[in-house]
């Protein structure tokens, strides 16, 4: 089987990120440093990533975690920054299915099951994703359609959103924005082509998960219905 996929199938985490690994000359078989993508491995041998002995996850976990704000999800830090899995503890090496960005919260998954990773982050995947926003000002009505049809920023193009104004407060805007996409920043550089800001990015929702009352910084398992229900996306 090929390195990535083997790597991935044990829950490191998704074949991409699996090949990035191996390039990056972390892994090693049979004490090998292994920087090959097309590397196959096969039956008895001994893998290492960051010289911790790989094995077949005996259990793939599912995790809906509250991010709060001022956490990034990688596994590790260079800048000692805290991770979502200083919050999250499990025996299973899970990782987190995409990102969120350090100042967003909300509904984040993790999981050691590689394959559903993969399927979910992957921007073809079309796996809706809601976030409420609050936006400096409130946007019009031209604005908002502007939202809706597709907007470009950075030279990066978004598909078009469904958006809606939930609440005024302030003089500010609380939005309903979901997307199918989920590019970096893809919120925040929506509402900047508009020439207005973020002032709090919270996403509720992705794929027929709600956040529902989960309090900040809290986090559980899915249910088996919950679990089904991804994998039949
Ligand atoms: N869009 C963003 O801009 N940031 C996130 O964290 C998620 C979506």
Not at 197 to 225: D, I, P, Q
């Amino acid at each position: 089987m090929r390195i990535n996929k083997y790597l991935s199938g044990c829950g490191i985490d998704s074949r991409r990120k699996c090949e990035q690994l191996v390039l990056d000359g972390r892994v090693k078989i049979n004490g090998k440093k292994a920087t090959e993508l097309a590397t196959d491995v096969k039956d008895g041998d001994y893998v290492e990533v960051d010289g911790h002995a790989v094995t077949v996850a005996h259990k793939l976990v599912y995790i809906m975690l509250n991010k709060p704000k001022g956490c990034i999800c990688s596994l590790s830090d260079e800048h000692g920054r805290k991770t979502v899995l200083d919050i999250v503890k499990v025996k299973e090496r899970i990782f987190p299915v995409g990102r969120l960005d350090y100042d967003t919260e909300g509904l984040l998954l993790l999981t050691n099951d590689g394959e559903l990773a993969n399927k979910l982050a992957h921007p073809s995947s079309g796996v809706k994703k809601t976030y409420y926003v609050r936006v400096e000002g409130v946007p019009t009505a031209a604005e908002l359609k502007r939202l809706r049809d597709g907007v470009t920023f950075g030279g990066v193009k978004y598909a078009g959103a469904e958006v809606s104004i939930v609440d005024e407060d302030g003089g500010n805007a609380r939005l309903s924005v979901t997307i199918s996409e989920g590019k970096n920043h893809e919120i925040k550089n929506m509402i900047e082509s508009l020439g207005r800001r973020v002032m709090l990015l919270k996403r509720v929702a992705l794929g027929g998960l709600r956040l529902g009352g989960l309090s900040r910084g809290e986090w559980r398992y899915l249910s088996a219905r919950e679990t089904e229900r991804l994998k039949a996306l």
